[in-house]
């Protein structure tokens, strides 16, 4: 089993416990350190820096006595998904109900429309419905001066 499988089944718990969902662990070497990088989630909202910062004292925590980490020294990052992140399961359709979101289908030309709901299989948009197995990518576009009417 690889380092970052090992990794995210060690932390996936204690994540799990905060409220949180484990997204993926990536580990990347930086000179004579790794990078450990931790992206958490949320199932309806995103985590708060506060809470972002109690998730990594507990990974910390965790990692200080974890062996396989080495004698390597490495520096741990505990974040959130970006906003450009792509949209690939349901609870990221649904947790951005009311945003705009760019669709790539696999068949057609790339549009726009704002996410009304979605399902396991599916989101309803302004402008149509999609299956997300029909979609090749997604990402949210970023509106500055739009009143969110959530």
Same mark, same amino acid.
Do not use: C
């Given at each position: 089993?690889?380092?970052?499988?090992?990794?995210?089944?060690?932390? /996936?718990?204690?994540?799990?416990?905060?409220?949180?969902?484990?997204?993926?662990?990536?580990?990347?070497?930086?000179?004579?350190?790794? +990078?450990?990088?931790? +992206?958490?989630?949320?199932?309806?909202?995103?985590? =708060?820096?506060?809470?972002?910062?109690?998730? =990594?004292?507990?990974?910390?925590?965790?990692?200080?006595?974890? /062996?396989?980490?080495?004698?390597?020294?490495?520096?741990?990052?505990?974040?959130?998904?970006?906003?450009?992140?792509?949209?690939?399961?349901?609870?990221?359709? *649904?947790?951005?109900?009311?945003?705009?979101?760019?669709?790539?289908?696999?068949e057609g030309e790339p549009f726009i429309s704002r996410i009304t709901s979605a399902t396991d299989e =599916?989101?309803?948009?302004? =402008? *149509?419905?999609?299956?997300?197995?029909?979609?090749?990518?997604?990402? +949210?576009? +970023?509106?500055?001066?739009?009143?969110?009417?959530?």
């Amino acid at each position: 089993m690889s380092l970052v499988n090992n990794l995210t089944e060690l932390l /996936s718990p204690a994540i799990k416990n905060a409220g949180f969902i484990l997204e993926e662990v990536k580990v990347t070497p930086a000179g004579k350190r790794r +990078i450990v990088a931790v +992206i958490i989630d949320g199932q309806e909202r995103n985590p =708060s820096l506060d809470e972002v910062t109690v998730v =990594s004292r507990k990974v910390s925590d965790i990692l200080e006595n974890y /062996s396989q980490l080495g004698d390597l020294p490495f520096t741990l990052e505990v974040t959130t998904p970006g906003v450009d992140r792509p949209l690939t399961v349901p609870r990221h359709w *649904r947790k951005n109900v009311g945003r705009l979101v760019k669709i790539t289908p696999n068949e057609g030309e790339p549009f726009i429309s704002r996410i009304t709901s979605a399902t396991d299989e =599916s989101a309803t948009l302004e =402008s *149509r419905e999609i299956r997300f197995s029909d979609v090749k990518r997604a990402v +949210i576009e +970023i509106e500055f001066n739009r009143k969110d009417p959530r």
